[in-house]
């Protein structure tokens, strides 16, 4: 079961990573597992998201996402936005762009370094503001909660995160922005940052937007599906379970798409703190973009894997890490392998935390003892 699920996900890996290590050495090689990781890790909730949706769609709108939609995840999120937010930043062409990363690395590497602020400081406040509405909502599960119960209160505070993010905007701009790097020397890049974090607030309400839009045009059409349904059973007419079709599947479709694109974001702009070249960026991602919908089918197939309930949490301070070093690096140079092992050890210890956690719940069941989940929660550790 594992094999048929995995086993695209498995060849793709086993190719990208050959072909990074033929064609780039050993440095892309690491580069693109690390980036891989991230977005698999990145995409963990999206996965248990989609599959949770997807199992309400027939089976033909199952296949236009698992097809359609992969193609709309690999081809478009991961290998043309990338290109595109250098294009956009250092005002050149998407082709061009893409003919430069080929035929002239060096004059490309000038390009982006040159438009690394602007990157940085969109990228920046896109992550940090997934990263505050994440920290400031009230959840079930806690994983460092010393840090977290306090937080989830202020969070009670209306726009406190959309604050936040501009007054981290303002101090970027007056810090690291007035020496920023580029490939003449250190320059002013005040007003650049400005804008470009202004445009990084605004695309993810906007995101954030058109997924409540989609999630609301949703419910109204599964509330109209089930009252039609209720109507069936008191008239005794058959009601097919096969699955949402019609303009409700096509809703959950393009809610779906809309939910990938934006969980997308936060790994396209944080690849941007691990490397800026873009092949490499497409190839990691695209590799992690297998798993994502991997997992999905395997989800909707064989029940959940959300039992680990601190790696949602891992992700995020991932995220909210990726932030950090995005906007530190408009000023400084960080390693891209310091970069993404952060990630990856904060994503690793959840898991960790996760496993002691499933331990702990399993070993108080045994033992027959009352209320396990909240003992589980302070055993943890965290």
Request: charge should be negative; hydrophobic fraction near 55%; glycine fraction near 10%.
């Amino acid at each position: 079961m594992v094999l048929k699920t995995f086993g695209w996900s498995f060849a793709v890996t086993a190719l990208g990573l050959a072909f990074a290590a033929w064609q780039w050495g050993w440095e892309a090689f690491g580069i693109v597992l690390i980036l891989s990781i991230l977005e698999i890790s990145l995409s963990f909730d999206n996965a248990v998201v989609n599959a949770g949706i997807l199992k309400k769609m027939n089976a033909f709108w199952q296949k236009i996402f698992l097809t359609i939609g992969i193609l709309i995840a690999v081809f478009g999120m991961r290998l043309v936005f990338p290109v595109v937010i250098v294009a956009i930043s250092a005002k050149v062409g998407p082709i061009e762009a893409v003919q430069l990363a080929m035929d002239q690395p060096g004059k490309y590497e000038d390009l982006v370094t040159d438009a690394h602020a602007a990157i940085a400081s969109f990228g920046g406040m896109f992550l940090l503001m997934i990263f505050l509405d994440f920290i400031f909502e009230e959840r079930e599960h806690k994983w460092l909660a010393w840090l977290e119960r306090p937080l989830a209160k202020l969070g009670k505070v209306d726009m406190l995160s959309v604050c936040i993010a501009l007054i981290v905007l303002l101090i970027t701009a007056v810090t690291f922005a007035t020496n920023a790097h580029t490939s003449t020397g250190h320059v002013d890049k005040s007003a650049t940052v400005l804008l470009s974090g202004v445009a990084g607030l605004i695309t993810y309400l906007v995101v954030g937007g058109l997924s409540g839009y989609f999630e609301d045009k949703l419910e109204e059409e599964e509330e109209r599906e089930h009252e039609e349904e209720e109507k069936a059973k008191q008239e005794g007419k058959p009601v097919s379970a096969i699955g949402l079709a019609g303009k409700a599947a096509f809703f959950l479709f393009l809610y779906l798409e809309v939910l990938d694109a934006s969980f997308s974001f936060d790994g396209v702009i944080g690849a941007f703190a691990i490397t800026n070249h873009i092949f490499w960026m497409a190839l990691g991602l695209g590799i992690g973009a297998m798993y994502v919908r991997s997992l999905t089918v395997y989800l909707v197939r064989q029940g959940t894997l959300d039992d680990y309930v601190y790696l949602e949490h891992g992700a995020h301070y991932a995220i909210g890490a990726l932030a950090v070093i995005l906007l530190v690096t408009i000023q400084h140079e960080i390693s891209e392998i310091i970069t993404g092992l952060v990630g990856v050890f904060l994503i690793a210890g959840s898991f960790w935390s996760s496993l002691r956690r499933n331990k702990a719940v399993e070993a108080e069941g045994n033992a027959g003892g009352g209320g396990p989940g909240e003992k589980a929660e302070v055993s943890s550790g965290v």
